[in-house]
C-alpha cells in the first residue's frame, strides 16, 4: 500500500528555519516526484513545489510564494522528501502536506496519494 | 501564471441528488486537469485526473468531464460521506494551481 507521511512541523520564530521531512513506503520511491502543498487558516490548498524523479532529470519546481525561501530535495536510498523552509514569515503558517506524482510524460504530474499534513506556526 | 476558478463556493444538496461543481482555467490546459476530495483532519484524496479519468477506488458516481478551460465534477447519488471541499488541479505547466475549494454539504 502507498503510503506518504509529513514530519518536522512546530512553531517557529519569523526570520527562522524549518525542515519538514515526508517519508514514504509502498513503491519504487526514486521513481516518482514527490509535490509539496499547503492549507493556511481558512484557506485553499496551494500548490508549492515539486522534486522530480531523476529518470526526468530531477529538477525542483516552485511557487512564487516561496521560490528563493524554500528548497526540496530527496533521498532516493531512503525513501525521504525534505522541504527546507527559509526566511519563514507569518503567511506560511499552515498546514503542509506532501504527495506523490504520478507521470506519464515525465513532464506533467498530479498527486495520486497525500499525507494527513503536518503543522507548521510562524509566529513571534 | 494559469488561475483556476470554482464554482459555486459552497454548495447543499439533499442525499440521492446528482450536484455538479464547475472549474474554469484562465487559458486552455488540454484536459491536464484533476479533482481532489479533502475532508477536514483527512489527507486529501485523487479522484479524476485527466480530466475524467476515475482513480481506482473511487465510486463510479464520481464522474468528470470537461477539455481546454472549461471542467465539471459532477457527483451522482448524493451520500453522506460525500461532505467535503472538492478542488480542481491544473498540471498543465509549472506553477500548478487550484480552484478556490467548493464546500460540499448536506441538506
Known amino acids: 500500500e502507498v503510503h506518504v507521511e509529513e514530519s518536522g512541523g512546530g512553531m517557529v520564530e519569523p526570520g527562522r528555519s524549518l525542515r519538514l521531512s515526508c517519508t514514504a513506503s509502498g513503491f519504487a520511491f526514486a521513481d516518482y516526484a514527490l509535490s509539496w502543498f499547503r492549507q493556511a487558516p481558512g484557506k485553499g490548498l496551494e500548490w508549492i513545489a515539486l522534486?522530480?524523479?531523476?529518470?526526468?532529470?530531477?529538477?525542483?519546481e516552485y511557487a512564487a510564494s516561496v521560490k528563493g525561501r524554500f528548497t526540496v530535495s530527496r533521498d532516493d536510498s531512503r525513501s525521504l522528501a525534505y522541504l527546507q523552509m527559509n526566511s519563514l514569515r507569518t503567511e506560511d503558517t499552515a498546514y503542509y502536506y506532501c504527495?506523490?506524482?504520478?507521470?506519464?510524460?515525465?513532464?506533467?504530474?498530479?498527486?495520486?496519494?497525500w499525507g494527513q499534513g503536518t503543522l507548521v506556526t510562524v509566529s513571534s | 501564471d494559469i488561475q483556476m476558478t470554482q464554482s459555486p463556493s459552497s454548495l447543499s444538496a439533499f442525499v440521492g441528488d446528482r450536484v455538479t461543481i464547475t472549474c474554469r482555467a484562465s487559458q486552455s490546459i488540454s484536459t491536464w486537469l484533476a479533482w481532489y476530495q479533502h475532508k477536514p483532519g483527512k489527507a486529501p484524496k485523487l479522484l479524476i485526473y485527466r480530466a475524467s479519468s476515475l482513480e481506482s477506488g473511487v465510486p463510479s458516481r464520481f464522474s468528470g468531464s470537461g477539455s481546454g478551460a472549461d471542467f465539471s465534477l459532477n457527483i451522482n447519488n448524493l451520500q453522506p460521506d460525500d461532505v467535503a471541499t472538492y478542488y480542481c488541479q491544473h498540471y498543465s505547466t509549472f506553477p500548478m494551481s487550484l480552484g478556490q475549494g467548493t464546500r460540499l454539504e448536506i441538506k
Open positions: 522534486t522530480r524523479s531523476k529518470i526526468y532529470g530531477g529538477a525542483p
Open positions: 504527495s506523490r506524482g504520478s507521470t506519464v510524460t515525465g513532464a506533467k504530474y498530479y498527486s495520486d496519494s
